[in-house]
């Protein structure tokens, strides 16, 4: 019976102790999502030049659309808004340019594998994959990441995003609102991605740095799960958001704490367990793909092997052509 105790105490220590490290990334993730908002606007501010008198033959730009200032949309990035793992594309990026060897480019791509044909996420995996991402970034400079990340963007990941949820997020600016992506992706890497496609910003795990420099740690935990609502709501508090007139959007059912903190909540290439979760509580369902089902029933035993073999020969042949 002592033992039963002892077990039940160490448990809800633990649970109590990943819930403190969640609510602690998602405050990390806000802070950083409007640090870097605000240096975006000012360095916006500083490029454009003082109003002058237009010229005859120049057109009137058209008015700027009404801000929605307490509406707001919040995208998951995996397979949400981008097909596969931006981490995977991060670190295939990474590999081509010798940060890290191809065998664990192939530890990734094991994991993408997993992902893509699954259609789900694994945590552990994720876990992992994540921090053994950012260990290969300790002692490198946040500049140099930041410069590295938009290169691997043009290379390997604009032309992965899904077109179906970027006119959603269209819709949302069209609006009027501020649209933030939501991702376990490091925070610099998914404010690039943000950027890229117009978006007001983003969140994401934030990775520690000392005078500019990555620690290779974590500040809290992955911006995952439970992580990523307590930054939705950290987030609005600073941002004056209702959290009611909010919108959210991601694939996995490991997103469900974010989607139940907004008012309408939106499944989108939905995992099995989102889509039932979505199903029961009447959320709205989006699928860009197409050829799932063919894909998930007939894949033979040898694609896990070949498709980690083919990201392999795909990270060499780039490294080659950048060498």
């Not at 290969?136 to 400079?141: E, K, L, M, N, S």
């Not at 994401?204 to 609502?229: C, I, P, W």
């Amino acid at each position: 019976m002592e033992a039963v105790c002892v077990s039940r105490w160490w448990g809800r220590g633990k649970r109590r102790e990943r819930e403190r490290l969640a609510a602690l990334a998602g405050e990390a993730s806000a802070d950083a999502a409007v640090a870097m908002e605000a240096a975006s606007l000012a360095t916006a501010e500083a490029e454009t030049e003082p109003d002058a008198e237009p010229e005859p033959h120049e057109a009137a730009k058209p008015p700027s659309v009404p801000q929605d200032l307490t509406a707001a949309a919040f995208f998951d990035v995996d397979n949400t808004m981008m097909m596969g793992a931006s981490i995977f594309h991060f670190a295939r990026g990474l590999a081509a340019r010798k940060y890290f060897s191809t065998s664990d480019l192939a530890g990734f791509a094991w994991q993408q594998v997993k992902f893509r044909v699954g259609g789900r996420e694994n945590h552990q995996g994720m876990q992992s994959s994540r921090e053994q991402a950012l260990s290969f970034v300790a002692g490198r400079t946040v500049e140099e990441m930041v410069a590295i990340g938009e290169e691997i963007y043009d290379e390997l990941m604009a032309d992965k995003i899904w077109a179906g949820t970027r006119a959603l997020a269209q819709m949302h600016l069209d609006a009027g609102q501020r649209v933030w992506l939501v991702t376990a992706t490091p925070v610099e890497l998914a404010a690039i991605i943000a950027r890229r496609l117009g978006l007001t910003g983003a969140l994401g795990t934030v990775a520690e740095s000392v005078d500019g420099v990555y620690t290779g740690r974590l500040v809290g935990d992955l911006l995952h799960g439970r992580a990523k609502a307590h930054a939705v709501r950290a987030l609005a508090a600073r941002e004056g958001l209702d959290l009611r007139r909010c919108t959210a959007y991601s694939d996995s059912q490991n997103d469900v704490p974010m989607l139940s903190v907004v008012g309408t909540a939106v499944a989108v290439n939905p995992d099995a367990g989102l889509r039932e979760a979505a199903r029961a509580r009447g959320w709205e369902i989006r699928d860009f793909r197409t050829g799932r089902k063919a894909a998930k029933i007939g894949v033979p035993s040898v694609l896990g092997a070949g498709a980690v073999a083919g990201a392999v020969a795909a990270g060499l042949a780039h490294r080659k052509r950048v060498a």
